[in-house]
């Protein structure tokens, strides 16, 4: 089946503590996303990348970093600089848009990460 | 950059009724404008999208309607049914950024039985 898999489903961290998010995908899509989703704020976009080598911060980068080694894999890494890290997190893939068409984005499971 | 905000918060109805939820969008060169349904704990679907081209679109019992003169859409919900109970997400996509995409801040539906 294709799909984008997001492992673990819960993390816990212990403050000071780097953790990365995996995320993989199977659709062959150009790019992918990290959102970050806290009650009542919606989904902030934190990293995204449309091409290999290749990735652009988001609206809330601060305390975050990324990788895009391979097309099918795209790592967040939440650092101890992340002040407030406890939250819900979100990876999603689409293709790129070809022309004036943009595409579906295929989301995650998710992962909820909490600090103790 | 763009923002989207999206009204209600929380909406209740009884199986049967109608559901509308209502989204407004900031930059007028957003040309895609998908619905996504989130369940407890789970990732957001898409459920319906619409396209800067369409004014109206419908699959069975979900309907979307978009006026760009007004920058606002809606996603219609009619004979809700207890499983259609989740959060409901628009968003706002602006070509020249490819497919990312702007959220609302979501409405928790339920479906009374």
């Known amino acids: 089946d294709g799909g984008i898999t997001q492992s673990p489903k819960y993390l816990f961290r212990k403050e000071g503590q780097n953790v990365t998010l995996s995320c993989e995908q199977n659709l062959n899509h150009d790019a992918m996303y990290w959102y970050r989703q806290d009650p009542g704020q919606g989904l902030r976009l934190i990293y995204y990348?449309?091409?290999?080598?290749?990735?652009q911060k988001g609206d809330i980068a601060e305390g975050y970093s990324v990788s895009r080694e391979k097309k099918e894999s795209f790592p967040l890494t939440v650092t101890s600089a992340q002040k407030n890290p406890t939250a819900f997190y979100l990876c999603?893939?689409?293709?790129?848009?070809?022309?004036?068409?943009?595409?579906?984005?295929?989301f995650g499971q998710g992962t909820r990460l909490t600090v103790v | 950059g763009e923002n989207v905000e999206q009204h209600p918060s929380t909406l209740s109805v009884q199986e049967g009724d109608s559901a509308v939820i209502k989204c407004t969008y900031s930059?007028?060169?957003?040309?895609?404008f998908p619905w996504y349904k989130q369940e407890l704990g789970k990732g957001p679907q898409l459920i319906i999208d619409?396209?800067?081209?369409?004014g109206e679109k419908k699959d069975q019992r979900i309907a979307v309607t978009l006026n760009k003169t007004a920058k606002h859409f809606s996603l219609h919900i009619t004979e809700t049914q207890p499983e259609d109970s989740a959060v409901y997400f628009c968003a706002a996509s602006i070509q020249t950024s490819g497919s990312r995409l702007t959220f609302g801040e979501g409405t928790q539906l339920t479906v009374n039985p």
């Open positions: 930059d007028s060169a957003s040309n895609y």
């Open positions: 999603a893939s689409s293709l790129m848009p070809q022309g004036i068409r943009s595409t579906e984005a295929f």
């Open positions: 619409i396209r800067s081209n369409v």
């Open positions: 990348s449309q091409i290999v080598n290749d990735f």
